[in-house]
């Protein structure tokens, strides 16, 4: 994948997210401290992170980056959803 298809893609991803935090903040929709701390690293970090990596000759370590993090992250949500609802 060229280097610039990817930013513009990562741009436009952030672009929703932005929407999406505002919708959320107008309708009231509070997210708590873990949630939090996923979005701000799954969501917004990484995408730019690997957006960064493709400029580098470390490019396809930009897409591991990515895709591991959100795998590695949604898989911990739902092991601690889990967890917490058997308690």
Known sequence: MPSWLGTVAVLAHLVIALFHGVAHTELGVELNRWQKIYAAVVIVAAPLVAAGLLWTRHARLGLIVAGSV????????????LCCSLC
């Not at 959100?70 to 959803?81: D, K, M, P, V």
């Open 70 to 81: 959100y795998g590695w992250l949604s898989h911990l949500r739902c092991l601690l959803s």
